[in-house]
């Protein structure tokens, strides 16, 4: 059974532009969730979605927004970049509420 | 505001000893806690998930405590290996306005086997 895919693996941007990241959760999962994992930070939550519906949002500007497609494949978009915001963009997706969680391989976001 | 800590952040032990990695967490109003291992760089891998009303679960060498009431885990590895090196993370899901779903992580424990 194929895991959660997330794409690309790496991506290096320039501040002010912006950057989609996309991730499709193993099949039959309908919530999908967006972390982001600096160094300084630790892991922290940015949103979630279970069919379609934003049902979660973490404490990030409003530059970073995502959304689910019906198939529930999720991208999150990131526009006007900062340097701050260099990190690994971790998916995870699960059946629903207090499932396992399985996270992708994450996206290495660069921003210069 | 759920918080989770980690102790210690780093370990360092030579193969074939048993070791205990330490997690809490502040609300005890959980669903359940995750333990994952982290490989630099990679994503994160699923290694044990303990429902609220579970004490424990064990998988292979790995075996992971919950003691909801006083908000702490273990997660105890035995006869560690080379292959175990990584960085240990443990996550509690808990209700958060509108949603089941979020996982509030610790630092994590950077755990070293030595050969």
């Known amino acids: 059974k194929a895991g959660v895919t997330q794409t690309p693996r790496y991506l290096i941007k320039t501040r002010g532009q912006q950057v989609t990241l996309s991730c499709s959760p193993i099949?039959?999962?309908?919530?999908v969730s967006w972390y982001q994992q600096t160094p300084g930070q630790g892991l922290q939550f940015l949103f979630e979605?279970?069919?379609?519906?934003?049902?979660n949002k973490g404490n990030f500007p409003g530059r970073f927004s995502g959304r689910q497609f019906s198939n529930s494949r999720s991208e999150m978009n990131v526009s006007t970049l900062e340097l701050g915001d260099s990190a690994l963009y971790l998916c995870?997706?699960?059946?629903?509420?207090?499932?396992?969680?399985?996270f992708g391989q994450g996206t290495r976001l660069t921003v210069v | 505001k759920q918080e989770v800590t980690q102790i210690p952040a780093a370990l360092s032990v030579p193969e074939g000893e048993n070791l205990v990695l330490n997690c809490s967490f502040t609300?005890?109003?959980?669903?359940?806690l995750q333990w994952f291992r982290q490989d630099p760089g990679k994503g994160l891998t699923s290694l044990l998930l303990?429902?609220?009303?579970?004490r424990e679960q064990t998988s292979g060498r790995l075996n992971a405590s919950l003691d909801k009431s006083s908000g702490r885990s273990t997660l105890y590895i035995a006869a560690s290996q080379p292959g175990d090196s990584a960085t240990y993370l443990c996550?509690?899901?808990?209700?958060?306005?509108?949603?089941?779903?979020?996982?509030?992580f610790g630092k994590g424990t950077l755990l070293t086997v030595n050969p």
């Open positions: 979605y279970f069919s379609e519906t934003q049902r």
């Open positions: 099949s039959g999962h309908r919530s």
């Open positions: 609300d005890s109003a959980i669903y359940n």
């Open positions: 303990i429902q609220s009303s579970q």
């Open positions: 995870a997706s699960s059946l629903g509420d207090s499932s396992e969680a399985f």
């Open positions: 996550a509690v899901s808990y209700y958060s306005g509108g949603s089941n779903y979020k996982l509030t």
